[in-house]
């Protein structure tokens, strides 16, 4: 197995157990039992257990980097905006859907910031940069707006995305709706 692999199957064990669980609930035994893994081993890719917590937030920031820029070749200048935001939205949704303990994680590791390294810190904000400016690449294409323009648009997505999908983790009804989630923002980007 090559060492991402390795990493990566370590990662995964965590996310495996943190739904229900709080972080520090968890110990580095229990990660290499279900990773299959020595608990040496986990020493071996992440620093401390903060160091891991902190790397599988991250990692699954940029898994959700990725699949959005896929919709960059996909979409199509296209003067309906419904069609691409609807695809948007889905992605992000149902990537949230899947990972929801990583979504969970995301807000845990925000309570404990000050844990992370200077490097750790950089190394979050700058994914949480490229996940934006990638966003602001796909609205560009579909709204033919200028880039500073869709960068605001990608911050206000997100911003109202994560938050619906955050009351949906609490266990509060997904409010709005996702056509009301859209004329929201048609209105807030100025596309009425």
């Known amino acids: 197995m090559t060492k991402e692999n390795k990493r990566e199957q370590i990662l995964l064990a965590l996310e495996q157990l943190l739904p229900g669980r709080r ?3 968890i110990t580095l035994e229990e990660v290499a ?22 790397e599988m937030t991250f990692w699954r920031l940029e898994c959700l980097r ?7 070749s996909q979409e199509e200048k296209n003067e309906d905006f419904d069609l691409p935001f609807d695809r948007i939205l889905s992605l992000i949704e149902e990537f ?8 969970g994680a995301r807000a845990e590791l925000a309570a404990h910031v000050s844990r992370l390294s200077p490097e750790q810190c950089d190394h979050g904000m700058a994914l949480r940069q490229e996940l934006t400016a990638t966003l602001a690449r796909v609205l560009e294409k ?3 707006c200028p880039e500073e323009q869709a960068v605001n648009h990608a911050h206000m997505l ?3 995305v994560f938050g619906r999908a955050h009351a949906r983790i609490c266990g509060q009804p997904a409010i709005p709706d996702a ?3 859209r004329e ?3 209105r807030g980007a100025g596309l009425d």
């Open 184 to 186: 929201f923002f048609r």
């Open 179 to 181: 056509a009301a989630l």
């Open 96 to 103: 949230l859907q899947r990972h929801l303990s990583w979504f």
């Open 66 to 72: 990725q699949e959005l820029e896929k919709l960059i």
């Open 142 to 144: 579909t709204l033919h």
């Open 158 to 160: 997100l911003w109202l």
């Open 23 to 25: 972080f520090h609930e």
């Open 33 to 54: 039992r279900e990773a299959q893994v020595g608990k040496g081993t986990i020493y071996l890719y992440f620093k401390d257990k903060d160091a891991l917590f902190a």
